[in-house]
C-alpha cells in the first residue's frame, strides 16, 4: 500500500492550527507545521476522527460525484443501511428506493440485503473447524487497516470474508449482466452511497486484492438532499423494492452485525479509541473466551460516520422504529449455503506497514531508539502538543528522524531563555 490513496484532505484556508485534530487521531498521524495541519499519509487510516473533531471544518472527505451516473448507461444505487435513518417518521424504505430510481438510476441493490447474506456466511465460518477465536469482523475499513499498522499479529483473526458493500455490489453487477447481457462490464456503473471516507479509501485501494466491483462512492450526505427533493410520500403506491428485513437494517448501528449471529458469544465496540482498547486486549490475551468481535470506528456504528447528516444516536432511534414493522429478513437464509462461494472470500489479509521505521539497519535503529529516549526524558512529559506533535514520544521522534527541532517545544525554549537571562545578568553583575 505505498501508494495509498486517501480520503480526507486539509483545506488549509480554514486551519487555525488549534491541535484538536492532534490530539484525537488514534495514529498520531497528524503534525501542525507552519501554523496548518499536516497528514502524514501512512499513518491515516481514514477514520474520520479529525473531520468529527476540527471545530473549523478544517478536515473534509473526498467522495466522487453523482454527477457521473451520465457515464454509463446501466447504473445501480448500492444504499447503506444507515441512509435509512437520516429521515424523519420514515416507515417503508421503499420511499427511499424510489427516490433513488426517481434521481436517475436504473436499480437498485440494498447493502443490507447483502448484509444478510453475510451474516449467514460468517455464522458457516464460525462453525469451521481449526478457525483462531476470537474472529474480527472485516465489516469496517478503517479498524482493517488500523489492524495491519498497529496490531499485525491479528491479521490472521480478520474474518477472510468481503464486506457487505463488496459482496452487494458483486451480487448487483451479476444481476444486471443477467437481466441486460448486452451490456459490457464498463457500460454498468455501480455506485456505493456511503457513510464514511474509510469505505472511499476501501474502493480506492483495491483491499481484496483486486478490482473492485464498485465504480464510484458518493456520500449520504450529498444524496440526503437530493432525496428530499424527489421523495414524495402522497404518490400513491410504490415500486416493491426492498429486499432486507430487520437483520439487515440492523447492521447500520453497533450491535446489528452481532446479533444476527444468533448467538451471545460476541463483543461489539464503536469509537476508535474503543476499538483500539479491545483490540489490546486480544493481542494481550486478556479477552473472555468469544467468539466474534464486531468493531467500527465511528461512534454508534456507520449511522456514525463523518458523510451522514443525523445525529448517530437519533439516527439509531430512527432504524429501532423503522424495523419494528419489518420481517426478519426478506431473504431464505434459514438453510445457509453448505460452503461460502470462493468468490466471497478476501484474497488478502491485512498486511503490516511499518510506519514508525527508524532504519533499514537494525543497530541504526537501536542507537536512534535509544536518542529517542534520552531526548524524551528531557521534555515536560505533559503532551500539550504546541510543539506540533501529539506527544512528547512522538516530537522525541520527530526531533531524531530530523524533521524538526527541540527549541519547537515551548518548555524547552522557555529553560532555554531563562538559562541565556541568567547567564546575562552573571556576566552583567561581574562587570
Avoid at 329 to 356: C, G, H, M, R, W
Amino acid at each position: 500500500m505505498n501508494n495509498y490513496k486517501h480520503s480526507v484532505s486539509l483545506d488549509a484556508e480554514k486551519c487555525c492550527s488549534c491541535t484538536m485534530c492532534l490530539h484525537y487521531c488514534p495514529t498520531e498521524a497528524i503534525r501542525i507545521k507552519d501554523g496548518r495541519a499536516n497528514i502524514k499519509a501512512p499513518r491515516c487510516i481514514d477514520c474520520g476522527e479529525c473531520i468529527r473533531k476540527c471545530p473549523y471544518h478544517a478536515k473534509k472527505p473526498i467522495y466522487g460525484k453523482f454527477e457521473r451516473i451520465k457515464e454509463y448507461k446501466w447504473t445501480v444505487a448500492l444504499p447503506d443501511p444507515s441512509l435509512y435513518g437520516q429521515f424523519d417518521k420514515l416507515d417503508d424504505v421503499d420511499y427511499v428506493l424510489n427516490g433513488l430510481l426517481a434521481l436517475g438510476f436504473d436499480d437498485v441493490y440494498e447493502v443490507a440485503q447483502a448484509a444478510e447474506l453475510f451474516s449467514a456466511y460468517t455464522r458457516l465460518y464460525l462453525k469451521t473447524e481449526g478457525v483462531r477465536k476470537p474472529v474480527i469482523s472485516s465489516a469496517c475499513p478503517a479498524v482493517v487497516r488500523l489492524i495491519g499498522i498497529r496490531f499485525p499479529s491479528l491479521a490472521e483473526r480478520v474474518l477472510p470474508i468481503l464486506p457487505p458493500m463488496e459482496v452487494a455490489a458483486q451480487m448487483a453487477r451479476k444481476k444486471a449482466k443477467e437481466e441486460h447481457p448486452e451490456l459490457a462490464d464498463e457500460e454498468i456503473g455501480l455506485f456505493f452511497i456511503s457513510p464514511c471516507p474509510a469505505k472511499v479509501s476501501y474502493v480506492g485501494n483495491k483491499f481484496e486484492g483486486g478490482k473492485s466491483n464498485i465504480d464510484e462512492v458518493i456520500s449520504i450526505s450529498d444524496i440526503y438532499f437530493m432525496l428530499l427533493g424527489v421523495m414524495n410520500r402522497d404518490a400513491g403506491e410504490l415500486k416493491p423494492l426492498a429486499k432486507s428485513g430487520k437483520i439487515g437494517i440492523g447492521w447500520a448501528s453497533t450491535g446489528g452485525e452481532s446479533s444476527a449471529l444468533l448467538n451471545d458469544k460476541y463483543l461489539a465496540a464503536d469509537g476508535i479509541e474503543n476499538v483500539i482498547h479491545v483490540l489490546d486486549l486480544i493481542e494481550t490475551g486478556n479477552m473472555p473466551p468469544l467468539e466474534y468481535i464486531e468493531l467500527s470506528a465511528c461512534p454508534g456504528g456507520c449511522v456514525g460516520g463523518v458523510m451522514n447528516v443525523a445525529n448517530p444516536y437519533m439516527a439509531k432511534a430512527k432504524l429501532q422504529n423503522l424495523r419494528k414493522y419489518m420481517p426478519v429478513s426478506q431473504n431464505n437464509l434459514t438453510k445457509e449455503n453448505e460452503y461460502i462461494p470462493k468468490e466471497f472470500f478476501v484474497e488478502e489479509l491485512p498486511q503490516y506497514e511499518a510506519i514508525s521505521k527508524l532504519s533499514d539497519n537494525i543497530g541504526e535503529s537501536i542507537r536512534m531508539m535509544a536518542e529517542i529516549q534520552r531526548i524524551r526524558q528531557g521534555l515536560p512529559g505533559i503532551n500539550c502538543g504546541t510543539c506540533g506533535a501529539p506527544s512528547c514520544r512522538a516530537f522525541a521522534e520527530d526531533i531524531v528522524k530530523g524533521e524538526t527541532t527541540a527549541d519547537k517545544c515551548i518548555m524547552v525554549y522557555r529553560k532555554q531563555v531563562e538559562k541565556y537571562i541568567k547567564e546575562k545578568k552573571q556576566d552583567a553583575n561581574k562587570e
